[in-house]
């Protein structure tokens, strides 16, 4: 997700940046984070009407911020997306996680509603939310706050409550496993973080579901592992992989950068992100110029702050 920010601008006026679709994609990028960390009723306006434009990345990115909000005002519009059927699948699936974040209103309903939906993103987004949704009643959730984690993201899914390395490096390749306790493995390998656990999530790539090919991206992303950097960049390179999984390693691969900036594995990040920016694909090509554009500032600022 794009970090650097606008500083001293009114939300209407990045308002009207967002869903200017003649803008730079990456400055849209830069309102829609300093929108989102507003956090206001007229921030969550202001990101809404970014649906009806036509970057499906941008989309995504801002369905996901709204369910990162925890505000029940942003259901409403949540739930038109999952049901619009015209949305690309990964703004759909971006909507339908948010909504089990959210816990809206209905949102059960709605997820079981979309559960067998033709996307398979989908489907398996709102089968895992109602998994979430039935473990948050449970004995086992009593106490557990879903942002208690070092990145601060509201999860699909809890870590494993209990088990040990062994148990888990075991259990991620386990194809048998449900979805859901295959993400709970996945995030408790997550929360140890050592290289055996990046190790393992690694080799968990030969998953057959791209829902989770796509999230373990994203973890690896927080993680920042240089480790990760040959796999990653194998998926985005692979033509046959869906757009989302690539559009995950792409920004997997920026964070890797930005995290191992001044070395020489961060030049290698940014060559390799750039030599699919002309992409076939809608989605890897805006990712890889949001990607290049966050870095060509990220790695500004740096050298900036280093003279």
Known sequence: MYRTEFTGE??????????????????????????????????????????????????????????????PIANAV????VEDLQQHPIVRHEAAASLAALDG?????????????????VADTCILAMKKLDWVKTDEAIGFDFKDNPYKTNDPAPPMMKGNMEEWVRLINDESLSLFD????????????????????????????????????????????KTAIPALSKLLADTNENGIVRHECTEALTQIAIEERNTPVSSDCLEIIRRFENDK???????????????????????TSNE
């Open 105 to 121: 209103t209905g949102a059960y309903e709605l997820m079981q509603k979309y559960s067998t939906d033709s996307a398979h993103e």
């Open 182 to 225: 295959k993400y709970r493995v996945m995030y408790s390998l997550r929360k140890d973080g050592g290289g055996e656990a990046v190790d393992a999530l690694i080799s968990s790539f030969g998953s057959k579901n791209v829902l989770y090919r796509h999230e373990l991206a994203f973890v690896l992303g927080q993680i920042k592992n």
């Open 281 to 303: 694909e809608q989605l890897v090509r805006e990712s890889c110029a949001v990607s290049l554009e966050e870095l060509k500032h990220e790695l500004k600022n740096t050298n």
């Open 78 to 81: 949540l739930r038109s997306v």
């Open 10 to 71: 009114s939300i209407e006026s990045l308002g009207d940046l967002l869903n200017d679709e003649t803008a730079i994609l990456g400055e849209r990028y830069r309102a829609l984070r300093t929108i989102h960390r507003d956090g206001t009723e007229e921030a969550i306006h202001q990101i809404s009407k970014c649906f009806n434009k036509s970057s499906a990345l941008l989309k995504h990115d801002c369905a996901y911020l709204l369910g990162q909000l925890h505000n």
